[in-house]
């Protein structure tokens, strides 16, 4: 099966639930953003941005589980932010998990492998050995943690465990020159790839989430694609990039740049996503083939927003993920108070300005889902891409140039810091916060930097 069936049966079983009571809306996905700090700064994340004055606040532990259960959506995905970085992750994905819930946890992959070497201290005895050779072989640990490993873990705390009701869901945007060129940071693709490698050594299940901008080379997505098939990744998410409020204002005011020069629009989308259908036949897509034919231009879908609802430091926030127009204390009092109809686009017009390029997963994936623009047949595609046999692994995947960059020498991120340095250092960075780059404010993503890394990736995509 494409996806494990305890996992399709519950969705099914959730949304015929809910169609068998009527009701008029209800969750899907919990977007759950415990709290928004990060080791990144990626070009063209909003989150980061929109709650800069907030980026210490949590979210308790029990209000996390709290919004779970006020929504209650069968599957939670825990972004933010980095939730790694959240001091209580392994209470919450554990709480979670004993809700009854599937859980995403949406990483930048950074933080992974500690996370499992945790889990492999709790779990040891000398049976492991051998798990630990396979691991030190293929260096995803040191000898220093296979020691610490064996010493065990003794703090009482919970450990992130594998399990089907659980994915790793790894933010990957490209192959290793454009990932770390979009993560704005040298060396994250390779730590995503031994993190994967190491996941899926140790049983867990793994995702990858990818957002295709304008400069994406859909190309290089597909051979993406094939790579983590080839390592044994279990799904893609993928999504067109939208200039969405707190992204589109950082662009224009900190880089300088017109949002359109980076994100997509509807027309742009569509030629990117036309071939999503074969993409979908060809790997484990999460999403429906409805909402792919959304995507590929083949029909047209109405905005769901309320049904992957984003709990977060400032409660539930309206309309979407993307746009706020509000938060509110409770799930059910923003259904209420939200005139959903001010939303999406219908027909081709946007009810909101805001709104008119937006084709994103968090808006229009449930759309496909739950049957709003229903045509005959899309129960039936729908259940068959689900429950049919999974898409083989690629098996040529080592023919993949994945590394092509910093790890073969081509350090386009020092390299460009360098080339820069003489001009751009010395002049405060204009949202006065110092890049966490090393050494300097350079590498924070401003435009000239932004500009000469797209040239030095044009020039190494041509050699
Ligand atoms: S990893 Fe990047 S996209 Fe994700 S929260 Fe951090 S800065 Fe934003
Ligand atoms: S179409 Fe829906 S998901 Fe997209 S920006 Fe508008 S309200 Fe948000």
């Not at 454009?178 to 899926?200: N, P, Q």
């Not at 997963?361 to 595609?381: E, F, I, V």
């Not at 999974?390 to 098996?395: G, K, N, W």
């Not at 390299?415 to 924070?444: D, I, Q, R, W």
Request: charge should be positive.
């Amino acid at each position: 099966m494409r996806f494990p069936f305890a996992l399709s049966a519950k969705i099914a079983a959730h949304i015929i639930k809910h169609k068998l009571r009527r009701t008029p809306k209800f969750a899907m996905v919990l977007q759950l953003e415990p709290l928004h700090t990060c080791n990144l700064t990626c070009t063209g994340c909003g989150r980061i941005r929109e709650y800069s004055t907030s980026l210490k606040d949590m979210v308790p532990l029990d209000q996390c589980l709290a919004a779970a259960n006020d929504c209650d959506a069968p599957m939670v995905s825990i972004c933010g932010g980095e939730p790694l970085i959240y001091p209580q992750i392994e209470e919450l994905v554990n709480g979670l998990l004993q809700q009854g819930r599937i859980v995403y946890i949406c990483t930048n992959g950074m933080f992974m492998r500690k996370k499992m070497v945790d889990y492999l201290a709790a779990s040891y005895s000398p049976a492991l050995e051998p798990t630990l050779k396979d691991l030190l072989d293929q260096g995803l640990i040191s000898s220093k943690q296979a020691e610490t490993i064996r010493q065990g873990k003794r703090d009482g705390r919970p450990v992130i465990r594998p399990t089907q009701w659980m994915y790793w869901n790894v933010h990957v945007d490209g192959l290793e020159y454009t990932h770390d060129l979009i993560v704005e940071r040298e060396g994250v693709f390779k730590e995503c790839v031994e993190a994967i490698k190491m996941a899926k050594r140790l049983g867990f299940q793994v995702a990858t989430n990818t957002t295709v901008y304008r400069e994406t080379d859909v190309r290089e997505i597909e051979d993406m694609f094939r790579f983590f098939s080839w390592l044994g990744v279990d799904g893609h998410t993928i999504s067109p990039g939208y200039d969405y409020d707190a992204a589109k204002k950082d662009m224009m005011k900190r880089l300088g740049k017109r949002p359109e020069d980076f994100f997509l629009t509807r027309k742009m989308t569509v030629e990117k996503f036309s071939r999503i259908l074969d993409w979908g036949k060809a790997f484990t897509i999460f999403g429906t083939p409805v909402y792919q034919e959304f995507l590929a231009g083949k029909r047209e879908l109405t905005c769901t927003a309320w049904a992957i609802p984003t709990y977060n430091v400032k409660g539930w926030k309206a309309p979407c993920y993307l746009m706020t127009d509000g938060h509110y204390p409770t799930y059910r009092e923003m259904l209420e108070k939200v005139d959903w109809e001010k939303y999406g686009v219908v027909n081709g017009v946007a009810r909101d300005p805001r709104c008119e390029n937006c084709m994103v997963h968090c808006g229009y994936d449930p759309s496909g889902a739950l049957g709003t623009n229903y045509q005959r047949g899309d129960h039936w595609k729908n259940f068959k891409y689900n429950f049919w046999p999974r898409p083989p692994r690629y098996e040529r995947g080592h023919e993949i140039q994945a590394f092509n960059g910093a790890s073969i020498g081509k350090g386009h991120l020092a390299e460009a810091k360098a080339a820069l340095k003489a001009t751009a250092c010395g002049t405060p960075h204009p949202n006065g916060v110092e890049s966490p780059h090393a050494g300097s404010f350079c590498g924070s993503g401003d435009t000239s930097e932004r500009e000469a890394l797209l040239a030095k990736v044009q020039t190494a995509k041509q050699t």
